[in-house]
């Protein structure tokens, strides 16, 4: 019997955003095949970091890990956005700088998560809906090295990608700028058991 476990933030920790049993956690669960069960571990609010503190009520059972981290990391440099910067150089730099900081640590996450011997899956951070169009420019370009990270550490370790960019991406998929909707948990869902089966 498989066991799916999703780990990392409220990309599957959605239940405060939707309707009750409408989360991405029973979503997935309600189109698993016979004799599969889901178990969510992931936590509204975590950090990349936080990863490794869920692993430890891990079921003994788990088959398959499910990790999306990062949207949280990213969002906690957003004060980059508003900084002033003198050249186009400066402003990369500085992102590029959080960027690599947050790749050490998701490095370190993904190996905990390794250590335990068992298939996982990573996720892309999307863009989420922002209703003023410059700023989902700005914040697409922003995440993009932050995605980065995650693609190259995921190729680095053979890992499958699900891209969350190419599954959220029209403005019903979200329930406000940041977290899934009833029917992003539906995509969501559908994304991952594609993934796995």
């Not at 190419?166 to 991952?192: L, M």
Request: hydrophobic content about 45%; glycine content about 8%.
């Amino acid at each position: 019997m498989a066991h799916v476990v999703l780990l990392g933030d409220s990309i599957f920790d959605n239940q405060p955003y939707v309707a009750p049993g409408r989360a991405t956690i029973d979503e997935l669960t309600a189109r698993l095949p016979e004799g599969w069960r889901a178990t969510l571990l992931a936590r509204d609010g975590d950090h990349a970091r936080d990863v490794v503190a869920q692993l430890r009520a891990l079921p003994e059972t788990a088959t398959h890990l499910v990790v999306s981290a990062g949207g949280n990391d990213a969002l906690e440099q957003e004060s980059l956005l508003g900084e002033p910067a003198s050249s186009v150089t400066e402003a990369l730099h500085r992102l590029g700088t959080a960027a690599r900081e947050f790749e050490s640590g998701y490095r370190a996450m993904l190996r905990a998560v390794l250590a335990k011997n068992l298939p996982v899956t990573i996720c892309t951070i999307y863009y989420g809906n922002f209703p003023d169009p410059d700023m989902r420019i700005v914040l697409g370009t922003a995440l993009s090295v932050f995605n980065d990270a995650i693609i190259r550490v995921g190729w680095e370790n053979g890992l499958p990608i699900l891209d969350l960019r190419a599954v959220c991406n029209r403005p019903e998929h979200y329930a406000n700028p940041i977290e899934p909707s009833a029917e992003g948990s539906i995509r969501i869902a559908e994304a991952i058991l594609r993934m796995l089966t």
